[in-house]
């Protein structure tokens, strides 16, 4: 049986100046790869620490290592090329923004694996049990495919989606045979399914939203087939973008609960809830008994403490559609899903993070 988690970080953590000094030097050929990781290191060690004290339940490295949530993907594979699908971003400082994912220009080969670099001090350092996140493969039939790029050589998104299926796959076996107790996949482009505005984009464009969703959940499901559920724990994770502050997709999840719930074998869902913009708990009633709702109740978004009551009060409402002991709580979405951040400080971070542990443990013991 997955084990239970009552209190979750999402992945990322804000990195600390040091940190992005250290990047940006390396990436003018000023500092060595062995330098950089020996910052990075250090910063991960102090992201245990500061995990560790806010009592949350399963540690990560804060993603750390990474430029984005999901730029291990183009940093180990082959076949992507520097240019960028564009997001029409909403709130602070929003506006048309290419996203961190860069467009597939060649053929994929993986070249490396994606976490490897990862693991080491993870699985040495870790004061619990940790998790590796991966960007979801449907991901980047949205991010990475571009119209007279991507089509040369793949003519589909289906076509597309199976390579990546087949990179990412490897991935999950690798990890599992590793000995990582949790695999969480982050699918945020799930919610271009459930926005109606790029629903009817989509249609625009000659696609089936509807059609196009249950090409991802299958991609998807695909990718963790075979995994022996008795040694690791997996779990989705949905959000509406999060960068610097900001979102680019509105909208609840009653578009796609049913197909999320009903096809994709995970154990955890964690699912962004922080505001308006998720819509009712109503679609949680499509979960199968047994699985994890982890309610993303605690904004990354702003330094705003969020009322434990309030929070309490939330919890109570979700718990109308799915029972207690089948609920968890986290924040909405990483701390910085790119590597500038959102706009609050580490100080605000572990306040977050610690609101989050102490009201686990307030609900569940």
Known sequence: MPQKFRAENVGSLLRPAELLEARDAHAQGKLTLDKLRAVEDRAILDAFEGQRRSGIDIFTDGELRRGSWLTDMADAVEGFVPQKVILDWKGPGGGEEGSTAQVV????????????????????????????????????????????????FYPTHADLLREIVAIVRDEVQWLVGQGVPYIQFDAPYYSHYLDPTQRQRMRAAGFDPDQEFSRSIAGDAASLKNVPRDSVTLALHVCRGNSRSRWYTEGG?????????????????????????????????????????????????????????????????????????????????????????????????????????????????
């Open 105 to 152: 220009g060649a053929k994929l080969r993986k070249a490396r694996k994606l976490t490897a670099h990862e693991i080491p001090l993870l699985k040495k350092s870790s004061p619990g049990p940790f998790k590796i996140t991966l960007p979801a493969p449907s991901n980047f039939m949205v991010a990475s495919f571009k119209p007279g790029v991507t089509d040369r």
């Open 253 to 365: 999840y009653d578009a796609i609960a049913e197909k999320l719930f009903g096809e994709l074998d995970v154990d955890h869902f964690l699912l962004e809830y922080d505001s308006g913009r998720a819509g009712g708990f109503e679609p949680l009633r499509f979960a199968p008994r047994g699985k994890t709702i982890v309610l993303g109740l605690v904004t990354t978004k702003e330094p705003t403490m969020e009322s434990q009551d309030a929070l309490r009060r939330r919890i109570d409402e979700a718990a109308r559609f799915v029972p207690l002991e089948n609920l968890a709580l986290s924040t909405q979405c990483g701390f910085a899903s790119v590597a500038a951040g959102n706009l609050l400080s580490i100080d605000d971070q572990w306040r977050k993070l610690s609101l989050v542990a102490d009201t686990a443990r307030k609900v569940w013991g």
